[in-house]
C-alpha cells in the first residue's frame, strides 16, 4: 500500500445511523471526559505511522484517539481506511457507518463513505442495509451515473427488483434528462409486466433522444404490444 492510503478513504445512514456505537474497543474504554487534545496527538502519530506504513501501530494509535475522543471523526475515517485496504471489511463497516454521522459537512469524504459503504453492504448479502444507503450514495453523488447501473443490476441478479426499481427511479430524481437511466428502468419494469409505466419511461428516453430509432423502436414495439 502506498503513502496515500490514508487519504484514498477521505471518501465518503441516514437518520437511523445515529443510534450506531462505535466498535467495540472505543466503548469498552471511553473515557469519563472526552479528551480532544490527547486525540488529536494520537491522531497525529497515527498519521505518522501511515505514512510510514508501520500500519499495526497506526491502528493503535487511532484507536487511543478514538477512545479519548469517540467523536473524532478524522481518526474513524482514516481507521476504516486502513481496515478497507487490509480487506477487513466488518471492522470496516462500523467505522464508515460512524464517520458518516460523525461527519455533518457533505464533504468529498462523505461522499465517498457512502459509496464505500454500500458496496460493502451489498458483497456482504446485507441487502435490506445496503439499499437505504445506496439511495443516500446517490443523492449525494448525482453525477456518478456508473454506481447507479452496478447497483441496479446487482439487486437485479439478486431477486430484489423492487430495489433495483428504488435505484433507478432514485437517479431519475437528480439526473431526470438522462435517456439511458430511463430507458434501463423501463427495461425492468416491462420484464416485471408493468407495461404502462415501462412505455412512460421509454417515451421519456426518446423524448431526450429524439434522434435514437433505438429509443423510438421500443416505444412503438411496446405500444404495439398493448394494442394487441
Known amino acids: 500500500m502506498k503513502t496515500s492510503l490514508r487519504f484514498l ?6 437518520t437511523m445511523l445515529s443510534g450506531l456505537a462505535l466498535p467495540s474497543f472505543a466503548q469498552s474504554r471511553a473515557p469519563a471526559v472526552i479528551d480532544t487534545e490527547l486525540a488529536q496527538t494520537h491522531y497525529r502519530r497515527g ?3 501511515n505514512n510510514m506504513e ?23 475515517r482514516n481507521l476504516a481506511n486502513i481496515f478497507y485496504f487490509q480487506e477487513r471489511y466488518e471492522e470496516t ?8 454521522v460523525l461527519q455533518k459537512e457533505t464533504i ?8 464505500t459503504l454500500g458496496q460493502l453492504l451489498r458483497d456482504a448479502k446485507r ?3 445496503a439499499i437505504e444507503v445506496d439511495l443516500l450514495a446517490i443523492e449525494h453523488d448525482p453525477e456518478n451515473s456508473s454506481q447507479v447501473y ?18 433507478y427511479k432514485k437517479a431519475l430524481t437528480v439526473a431526470p434528462n438522462d435517456a439511458f437511466i430511463h430507458r434501463s428502468l423501463g427495461r425492468m419494469l416491462e420484464d416485471e409486466g408493468m407495461l404502462q409505466e415501462a412505455l ?7 423524448d431526450l433522444n429524439p434522434d435514437s430509432q433505438f429509443y423510438r423502436d421500443l416505444v412503438m414495439g411496446l405500444e404495439s404490444r398493448l394494442a394487441q
Do not use: C
Open 9 to 14: 478513504l477521505s471518501i465518503a445512514l441516514f
Open 47 to 49: 498519521n505518522t505511522y
Open 54 to 76: 508501520r500500519y499495526d501501530e497506526a491502528i493503535e494509535e487511532y484507536q487511543l484517539s478514538i477512545t479519548a475522543d469517540p467523536n473524532f471523526a478524522d481518526s474513524v
Open 93 to 100: 463497516i462500523p467505522l464508515l457507518q460512524r464517520f458518516i
Open 108 to 115: 468529498a469524504g462523505k461522499i465517498a463513505a457512502y459509496n
Open 127 to 129: 441487502y435490506d442495509e
Open 150 to 167: 452496478v447497483m441496479a443490476n446487482t439487486y437485479f441478479n439478486a431477486g430484489l427488483t423492487h430495489d433495483a426499481v428504488r435505484i
Open 200 to 206: 412512460l419511461e421509454y417515451r421519456a428516453a426518446a
